[in-house]
Every structure is written in structure tokens, then in C-alpha cells.
């Protein structure tokens, strides 16, 4: 039996510093108590694991006498010290500390603070013209830089969207898929050039069309484009009214942003169609003659956007950290007991 007394010493202890945090975080708690659920209980099985372990180690290695002393009889006449009664307290606190890991691992949760987690659940594909007039330098210090800058704030806005990337000339190609990863994107808006595509003429129904097909495999409830051009569709291909009613079919909209300050007499543009492209799709039409307005049009384009928010599954604040800051406490507690008041020689 004496090789036991220790170990149900070792048990005592570790149940008392259980019983202790348990007692302080009911006084924290209080009435929370009653909101508080384990997501994984399956883990507070584990506290078997370090039982187990302790029983073993006393059962098959029974501590024995480790330190010889020469007058025997003068050691029994002065007595046990009030330390004796600490011996298995490191050993308890130990154990104590594996027993609170083990029920932090079943993950503690409040119910009290439950929210749900919303995506606002928008893809966006922009549509950015690169044809040789997006030099022109009414925008300082030309079309192409001002629109970079000003699509380039427009993502930092939409954090929580996917977001892709369409560039066109006389051919479209596609500059990103739709993605989350912002910072890569934003990279390669800032590092596109005039001239690394055809340039000659304006294809937007090319453009329009590749930025349809990005947004082919997308399940969002809201799907943009938002088309940037300073010119005319003026090149073969697709046409611009055709690609707005397969987008106002699939329930997209398109959104049109004009750039440039063009004479009335000039006509290397046209508003009408860009402004009809975007009514078939329930989009607007936009003209920005210089940066400032081309930065409301795209504030404003944000204002509109809808947030069609998806409700996602149930979050829980979690409470491990009440049980882990204790069980550390605990192995600290042990470490210094062992290495100091409590220091067993060998």
C-alpha cells in the first residue's frame, strides 16, 4: 500500500489545483457558466493519457530511499518538516497542468457571444482599356497611370470580393482570374504597360466577352464588370450590345467608366453606347474628364455595389485560453517548486 500513498497524493493535489481553477473561473463566469460548450469533447478523453501515466510510473517504479543518513535515530527524533507534506505537489501540479490542456483541447465555447461570419459575396471582373490613346496625358500623367491608381484604391475597398482582371486593345486577355490574394493582384494592375498588347484599335466587346467568361464559373449572387476605356469599339469581333445581353441574361451587370476629355465634335468616342451597354444590364454610365472624377465615379460605383451578404455558419468565442493560461501557471509553478523549496537530491 505505501507505494500508492504517493500517488493518490500526486492525484490529490492535481484535483485540488482543478478544483481551484474551476472555482475561479465560476467566480468569472457566473451566470456565463450556463452558455459554455465543448465543440471537440471527444479531447477531454485524453486526460486518461497523463493518469494513466502517473499510475504506471508509481506501480512500476516505486520511488525509493535516495539519500543515506548516518545517525538515523537523531533524524526520526527531529521530526517531519511542514515540507513533507509538499512532496507530490509538483508532481500534482504537473499533472493538473496536463488534465487542464487536455480540456482546453476539447475547445470551450460560449454560446452568449455567437455571430455569424457575412461575406458580402460580389465577383468583380474590371475591364481595362490599353489601346495606344490611354497615353494621352489630359490625366496626369496619362489615361493609363491615372486609371491604374484609381483601380488600384478601388480594390484596397473591396477586401472581402473577388476580384479579377481583364485587359484589351485590339485582343482581350485575361490579366488575373478572380481572386482574394489583393496584394498579387494590385502588383499586376501597377505593372501593366501600353504596347505589350495590340493597341491600334478598341475591341470592348472583345474585352466585355473575356471578362464574361472570367465571371462564367462564379456562384456569387451579385457579379460586376466595370469597364474603363477612353475610346470607341472599333475593332472586329464581338459587339459590345450583343456581349451587354448575354451579361443581362446571366444576370450580370456592367458598369462603364468613359476617361478623357473628349470635344463634342470628336468621334473617337461614344457615350451612347456605352451608356446603353450598361442600361441592358442594369449597370450605370459613367464619364470622368479628370482624376477627381474619375475617383467619385469609382466611389460611387462602390456606394452602389450591393452588399448581398451570405450568411455563413455560426462562430463561438472561444474560452480554451481560460484553461491553458492556468495549466502554463501550473507547469511554471512546478518548475520552480522542483528547483527550489521542494528540490529532490539524488
Known sequence: MKPLRPLLRVIAWALVVVVVVALVLLAILREGVRYV??????????ALVPIAAVVIRALLQPRPAT?????????????????????????GLRLAAALLACAALARPQSTRGADRIEHEGIDIVVALDLSESMETPDLAPNRLVAAQRVIDAFITRRPRDRIGMVAFGATASTVSPLTIDHGVLRAMVRRLQLRTMDGS?????????????RLGESEAKSRIIVLLTDGV????????????????????QIYTVLVGQHGRDQGNVDPARLERVAATTGGFAYTATDENALSGSFQDLLDKLERSEIEGQSVLPELFAWLLWPALLSLLADLVLRSTRLRRFP
Open 37 to 46: 460548450l465543448f465543440a471537440q469533447p471527444a479531447f477531454a478523453a485524453l
Open 67 to 91: 539519500m543515506r543518513f548516518s545517525r538515523a535515530n537523531s533524524l526520526q527524533r527531529a521530526g517531519r518538516g511542514l515540507a513533507v507534506h509538499f512532496a507530490e505537489l509538483p508532481d
Open 201 to 213: 484599335t478598341t475591341a470592348i466587346g472583345a474585352g466585355l466577352g473575356m471578362a464574361l467568361n
Open 233 to 252: 469599339h472599333n475593332a472586329d469581333g464581338l459587339d459590345p450590345d450583343t456581349v451587354a445581353q448575354e451579361a443581362a441574361a446571366r444576370g450580370v
